[in-house]
DNA sequence: TGAGTGTTATTACAATATGGAATATTCTCG
DNA sequence: CGAGAATATTCCATATTGTAATAACACTCA
């Protein structure tokens, strides 16, 4: 029923501008999110064949004469609930960011949705409390290697929120 | 033959100090490592299943009385040979820092090896090409989302680049 | 013109990965 | 003494991934 994965997501950000079939699915994502997040052929097939056991989309099958039939997937009610549910939450690790964090950026973006300082901010809340809790752990350290473990999470965690301070500014609200 | 992940090279750095059976190795694993990496123990012994298979541990069984016998596993010199050509080559991306070029410090200070400045000065390198490249790509875009997205890796590989330079301090050749 | 390549469109299958449970004994702590 | 943790490994059911098979047509370049 539930799914921690994130491609699923990306594929229901793509099928909220309407439905599509698994090829099409395939090549928006291709042509589209290529520069972060890559997904195969199979996989796309695959995870929209589960997400339809999941009740997040249903599918309608087009007859084509000499060609195999379209099976066009449309998302349901419940398939928008859990997309936006999930583009409007932050992400747990600094290492999400690449990917997922990116992915809800480019659908606030894409669908034109309302509140992205606030999704942002969000984010910023919780790697903040991440630095703090690293900085504790580096103080109540001896061993250099463990502090230097800790010295790395902490400079990659400022360095993201740095960034994240700079794109309140680049998508500035509409 | 290959194998591209790394946790067969971990495995490989812990029964460089020494014969162990699956379980020990996880147990070393668990305690001394945890921090910044975690196998399963069903993972292990499928890892170390297979690297014998691919000729870079062998087994010996231990008879025990009233237990089942342990399966001792060695490192072959092609096991050596592999494990040291990886401890002393850079990661490709600075999202494998995290864990798999804190592992290779991680074996390098474990077992006394040399050369850690050379193996942290090779990681700037490949980090400040790659650095440069995307600064390239930035200034060659004109879409809003690519540039953030251009930015946030240029933000991650600079203060990667720094922490690197503060790792040559603390791991200063003994 | 025809051979090869690219695009549209989906399914099937094999190989691997991962997590969890099954098994069975011994140690340890209250 | 009994509960539960530790020792030690194997097995199995899914998940995931990559590759190939299929099939029609459009394009292209020599």
Not at 56 to 68: D, I, N, T
Not at 84 to 103: C, G, N, Q, T
Request: proline fraction near 2%; aromatic fraction near 12%; charged fraction near 25%.
């Amino acid at each position: 029923m539930s799914f921690k994965l994130s491609p699923e997501y990306a594929l229901l950000g793509i099928l909220m501008r309407g439905p599509k079939h698994g090829y099409e699915v395939h090549s928006y994502f291709s042509s589209e999110m290529s520069q972060f997040w890559h997904l195969s052929m199979s996989q796309v097939y695959a995870l929209l064949k589960r997400m339809e056991k999941n009740g997040m989309v249903v599918s309608r099958k087009e007859l084509q004469e000499k060609r195999p039939a379209k099976k066009i997937f449309s998302i349901t009610q419940a398939g928008k609930d859990r997309f936006l549910d999930w583009a409007y939450s932050p992400v747990k690790h600094v290492r999400d960011l690449r990917i997922e964090f990116m992915a809800k950026l480019f659908f606030i973006k894409e669908l034109k949705l309302k509140g992205v300082s606030g999704i942002i901010d969000k984010q910023i809340g919780v790697l903040q409390e991440k630095l703090d809790v690293t900085r504790n752990s580096k103080e109540r350290t001896a061993d250099e290697f463990q502090a230097a473990l800790h010295s790395f999470k902490i400079a990659q965690t400022t360095s993201a929120l740095d960034w994240l301070n700079q794109c309140k500014i680049y998508f500035y609200e509409n």
